[in-house]
T-cell receptor, first 113, second 113 residues
């Protein structure tokens, strides 16, 4: 299994508070991604990174920011959490050598009250 | 625009039946990649297969087979002699520019004894 961890695995927070989710990989893959999964929507891309300090927006990026200061870590920040951001968040990694197969972390279940 | 449609929201079969999960995609790219992922009740996302647009050979892996047809823009997944352990949500996905994946909304498969 690809070495991808996410922390925390579960979090309950209140509306208006900032939240940071961490994705850590040990595979030295160049690309990293954050998706959210909601019933009836499948997985939707929030942000992705194609290298250290290189990031771009995805389909549902509003209300989220990301940072990647080193290859192994990709942080997702909810600047002011809202109830609509209650979701399961998945991190994924990929590399050109693997033909862009994405390997996913275990997910973080976030509840915003 | 790139789009993946999984028209079947839920499928229920009895063990040992064959079942086909449909996937229809839209893309303007001449080179593209399609994927299938499995999400069992435990929640992790498991990579099943990748298919390149220039390789139209069908693929068989044990009880799993995939039928890729560019003429109909379809990449269907068949499970032969289904088992209870096949119960999961199955996602079809299309690689976007930037290497992220555009997922269909998933098909929930329930296999009953």
């Amino acid at each position: 299994d690809a070495g991808i961890t996410q922390s925390p695995r579960h979090k309950v927070t209140e509306t208006g508070t900032p939240v940071t989710l961490r994705c850590h990989q040990t595979e030295n893959h160049r690309y990293m991604y954050w998706y959210r999964q909601d019933p009836g929507h499948g997985l939707r891309l929030i942000h992705y990174s194609y290298g250290v300090k290189d990031t771009d927006k995805g389909e549902v990026s509003d209300g989220y920011s990301v940072s990647r200061s080193k290859t192994e870590d990709f942080l997702l920040t909810l600047e002011s959490a809202t109830s609509s951001q209650t979701s399961v968040y998945f991190c994924a990694i990929s590399d050109l050598q693997s033909y862009n197969e994405q390997f996913f972390g275990p997910g973080t279940r976030l509840t915003v009250l | 625009a790139q789009k993946v449609t999984q028209a079947q929201t839920e499928i229920s079969v009895v063990e040992k039946e064959d079942v086909t999960l449909d996937c229809v995609y839209e893309t303007r790219d001449t080179t593209y990649y399609l994927f299938w992922y499995k999400q069992p009740p435990s929640g992790e996302l498991v990579f099943l297969i990748r298919r390149n647009s220039f390789d139209e050979q069908n693929e068989i892996s044990g009880r799993y087979s995939w039928n890729f047809q560019k003429s109909t823009s379809s990449f269907n997944f068949t499970i032969t002699a289904s088992q209870v352990v096949d119960s999961a949500v199955y996602f079809c996905a299309l690689r976007m520019s930037g290497y992220a994946l555009n997922f269909g909304k998933g098909t929930s498969l329930l296999v009953t004894p």
